[in-house]
């Protein structure tokens, strides 16, 4: 075996351990609101909702129409104590406004309490598999 399947192999070891260990879990990217951050198809991981500050990318459910979405927090609103994300694709094209003033989340944005998770970094490196996603897009519209 070469250096580099030997690499990879102890990689791929880890990230089960990771995942199966209950530490992060994964989640797949549908769409292009994110690109070039994200790719549709792409496996990313998100551990839990700790420490958001903007710049951070989040997941959460939309309310309005009941699907997970992956968006960048661009701005944090404090009321009556509790912490509200306004989130924004990073694709100026398909995303040019915040996701509040378009209807994926209320106007003073995303509750604390229904972010998912928040996607994993290190050093500012956002880690994400290309196409393995598609695995889980695939399961889930059967």
Do not use: W
């Not at 912490?83 to 378009?102: E, L």
């Amino acid at each position: 075996m070469r250096k580099s399947d030997i690499f990879l192999l102890v990689l791929i070891i880890l990230i089960y351990i990771v995942v199966l260990s209950g530490i992060v879990q994964t989640a797949s990217v549908e769409g292009v609101s994110m690109y070039p951050v994200f790719q549709n198809g792409d496996l990313t991981f998100y551990s839990s909702p700790h420490n958001i500050s903007v710049g951070n990318i989040v997941i959460y459910k939309s309310p309005t129409f009941n699907t997970y979405v992956i968006h960048r927090v661009i701005k944090v609103n404090l009321l009556y104590g509790q912490k509200y994300y306004v989130t924004q694709g990073v694709d100026k094209i398909t995303n040019p406004q915040p996701d509040n003033r378009i209807g994926l989340e209320p106007p003073n944005g995303i509750p604390q309490t229904q972010v998912v998770g928040k996607v994993v970094e290190i050093n500012g490196f956002i880690i994400s598999i290309p196409y393995l996603g598609y695995i889980s897009i695939l399961f889930s519209s059967l």
